[in-house]
């Protein structure tokens, strides 16, 4: 069993800031490449960010690079987003992820994933 528990989603007013975690548990978590994606109504599942094993690599989506920012606490089990700048094409249910098998940009090449904790961003 591997469970992964998103929790920090809310409602914020744009240029705010809110910083997701992810708690995981059932495997070595320092084993895991982790992830975020997030899926806006009516639209498909993307990726925003993943982070290697070690924590030194990072990836983004160009639509957030520079506004947010992956990182994992090995020690914790537990991964982080931390989101500036929030704008209102921001507003999507954030979705943590785990052990990718492929590209980091399709959801399929994912193996976990979180409930899922709603991000809403006003203008």
């Known amino acids: 069993q591997v469970q992964l528990v998103e929790s920090g989603g809310g409602l914020v007013q744009a240029g705010g800031s809110l910083r997701l975690s992810c708690a995981t548990s059932g495997r070595s978590f320092s084993s895991y490449v982790m992830g975020w994606f997030r899926q806006a109504p009516g639209k498909e599942r993307e990726f925003v960010a993943a982070?290697?094993?070690?924590?030194?690599?990072?990836y983004y989506a160009a639509s957030v690079k520079g506004r947010f920012t992956i990182s994992r606490d090995n020690a914790k089990n537990t991964v982080y987003l931390q989101m500036n700048s929030l704008k209102p094409e921001d507003t999507a249910v954030y979705y943590c992820a785990g052990e990718v098998a492929g590209s980091y940009y399709y959801m399929t090449s994912w193996h976990y994933w979180g409930q899922g904790t709603q991000v809403t961003v006003s203008s």
């Open positions: 982070i290697t094993r070690s924590g030194i690599s990072t």
